[in-house]
């Protein structure tokens, strides 16, 4: 059986619908409401589940404006100190629980990113049903040992990871005795280029380490995630705003409500072109069959007339012999008078 997890009563893994996760971040700018709407046009767009991310200014550094403390070149958050940047952009704690019940009345998942052990403790008296790991958290032990422990399932982004990483962190949810582990491939650059997706990465995770393997896409638009999907992925992340005209630290690689949508059916199109393994005549191809080539008289024939390659062709439609019987045929007689346009079987051929 494909490895899988399971998020309240959803199953997740292949073969499975997939998991399509519309991420906010910091896409509330600092206003409730807009967090509420979010949820709700996420709803409305075709997602499963949304996720927050839980963390305090002070959770993720300190306040310090010496120029270690300040983003280097190659973000949209070029320039910023980190300690103002995360003020700008956490989502309170007290938001949390009317997010939370918010998405379930719309039946969705919501659940979150933790950046620290005590914003575990926090989602685990809220009763999130699982954990997400951010890239950058991906070898903070004490982070992964904390989520491992609540037994939920822990979706791991692997992006900058090497292999031996990764192995690390997946070691170390297991060893809480925690098997309920995904994985996501991630480019963590922001907007991702396409060109450094390496999305191949996605079978090679699933079958070293007999998890479900996902997408965090911070590409932009919605190509990568489909083709993700044709290359097995089983989640889907990508971030979402009402509006990319409304400045944010994430706007320019969030996907509008109508692109998410547009994202969604494409993901669902795409899954039911993979289908099985299969061959042979599909449902829908059975009239097409008749269309086929076969064998045919093609000119009028006398008893007893030599078949040659002048009378007997392999033409359409397909109401004659397979023309793999051609060489058989070509060379022996007819048993009767033949009509042009007869569809040739074998008790029209004698010796």
């Known amino acids: 059986m494909p490895p899988y997890i399971s998020i309240r009563d959803r199953r997740i893994g292949a073969g499975e619908p997939v998991y399509l996760v519309a991420e906010i971040s910091a896409n509330h700018h600092g206003e409730f409401e ?19 991310q839980t963390y305090t200014p002070d959770s993720m550094t300190i306040a310090c404006d010496d120029d270690i403390f300040r983003i280097g070149s190659g973000t949209p958050w070029e320039g910023k100190n980190l300690y103002r940047l995360y003020e700008e952009a956490y989502t309170p704690w007290e938001w949390h629980r009317d997010l ?17 052990p005590c914003a575990v403790d926090f989602l685990e008296e809220l009763g999130v049903p699982a954990y997400k790991i951010a890239s950058f958290e991906i070898t ?7 989520a491992g422990e609540t037994g939920k399932p822990v979706i791991l982004s692997t992006g900058m990871a090497s292999l031996a990483e990764i192995g690390d962190a997946v070691r170390e949810i297991r060893e809480t005795g925690n098997t309920r582990i995904a994985l996501l491939k991630c480019t963590s650059a922001y907007p991702a280029p396409v060109g450094e997706m390496n999305l191949r ?22 190509a990568v995630p489909v083709a993700a999907v044709a290359l097995g992925a089983s989640i889907i992340e990508k971030h979402f705003t009402l509006s990319r005209e409304i400045p944010g630290p994430d706007s320019s690689f969030s996907l509008e409500p109508h692109e998410f949508r547009a994202m969604a059916m494409a993901v669902r199109e795409a899954e039911k072109a993979l289908g099985t393994v299969s061959y042979g005549v599909s449902e829908h191809e059975a009239p097409s069959r008749m269309y086929r080539r ?24 397909g109401h004659g012999m397979p023309p793999k019987f051609l060489k058989e045929v070509l060379g022996r007689r ?3 008078d033949i009509k042009r346009g007869t569809p040739l079987q074998w008790d029209l051929v004698g010796t």
């Open 100 to 116: 939370k019940e918010l998405a379930e009345s719309l039946g969705l998942d919501l659940f979150s990113t933790p950046f620290d």
């Open 294 to 317: 076969s064998l045919f008289v093609v000119k009028d024939m006398r008893a007893g007339e030599l078949f040659t390659d002048e009378n007997t062709r392999s033409i359409r439609p």
């Open 140 to 146: 903070d032990m004490a982070l992964l040992r904390r």
């Open 334 to 336: 007819a048993a009767m």
């Open 201 to 222: 990465t996605i079978p090679n995770l699933s079958e070293v380490f007999q998890v479900p393997v996902g997408l965090s896409d911070h590409s932009q638009g919605t």
């Open 34 to 52: 807009q967090a509420a709407g979010l949820v709700r046009a996420a709803r409305e767009a075709g997602a499963d589940a949304v996720k927050l």
